[in-house]
């Protein structure tokens, strides 16, 4: 289809982070792994893990899995002992402040230790259900005062083999979509990156193709019908849990103030 979006406005809000962001992210996850220690079993999850992240990213999610404790809810393992939440995120808060790089400089979120470092880190304390090295794995929300499963390695091999699947171009539609959003809303609650990337990755794999403006069309348009028709489940990307159940009175405003 013929268009006047050149090649390199496009390759501008499709292209990564820089590779000095990226070495500045890989040191912090190794950084942090030394710091945890062997008790835990870290590893990357989210927008720069999955290589959906835009290039001003501005900070990281890592997992660390606390290798000797079963999911009290999702387990089904006898536990003898009780370990709570809060004494599984205080060990890791001591651990930061052991160090002199992250002494004083982290606070805890709902489900997660805030990080300010070179690039900012959101450090997600978890449990295993089976093993640490497979998913699910059981996070606890403050918030909500529950634990919750999740799905980060079955999220990246999804995505990555939806991106095989449309020979590359999933990815960039998908960091083309979010700096749309992230210029278009002022409010970030009515866009989240994680329901944004979810809805693309719900799109046909044939609507992806090597014109990115055109497929960027294509993909917002598919989005739109869906997001019309709420009652049709759009699955998360690692196809566990319908995202307009965790978008609660944002998919109607996404449609109305975006289309």
């Known amino acids: ?3 006047k979006i050149s090649d390199s406005t496009v390759h501008q809000y499709r292209k990564p982070p820089s590779e ?36 001003d990213l501005n900070d990281v999610d890592i997992v660390a899995v606390r290798k000797n404790i079963f999911s009290g809810t999702f387990s089904g393992v006898p536990v003898s002992n009780t370990v709570y939440w809060d004494q599984i995120f205080s060990e890791i808060e001591e651990k930061l402040d052991s160090s002199p790089l992250y002494r004083g ?15 900012d880190v959101d450090i997600v304390p978890a449990v295993k259900v089976t093993t640490e ?18 799905h980060p390695r079955v999220h990246f091999e999804n995505g990555k083999n939806k ?10 539609i998908v ?24 809805m693309v990755h719900a799109v046909p794999d044939n ?7 055109f497929s960027f069309a294509q993909v917002g348009l598919d989005i739109v019908r869906k997001i019309n028709n709420p009652i049709a489940p759009v699955l998360n990307v690692a196809g566990t849990k319908n995202i307009f159940n965790e978008w609660p009175n944002k998919v109607e405003s996404f449609l109305h103030k975006g289309i």
Not at 163 to 172: I, Q, S, V
Not at 207 to 213: G, K, T, V
């Open 133 to 150: 090295l497979e998913d699910p794995i059981a996070v606890f929300s403050f918030r909500e005062g529950r634990e919750r499963l999740n």
């Open 207 to 213: 609507l992806f193709s090597s014109d990115h403006a």
């Open 20 to 55: 000095t962001t990226v070495s500045r992210a890989s040191a912090m996850q190794q950084n942090i792994r030394d710091v945890l220690g062997s008790n835990h079993e870290t590893f990357l999850q989210g927008s720069y893990k999955n290589d959906t992240a835009i290039s």
């Open 1 to 3: 289809m013929s268009h």
């Open 175 to 198: 960091r083309l979509m979010k700096n749309w959003t992230c210029a278009h809303f002022s409010d970030p609650r009515i866009a989240p990156s994680f329901c944004v990337e979810c």
């Open 105 to 119: 400089k982290h606070k805890r979120g709902d489900k997660c230790i805030k990080l300010t470092g070179s690039i």
């Open 163 to 172: 991106n095989d699947r449309t020979e590359g171009h999933y990815k960039p």
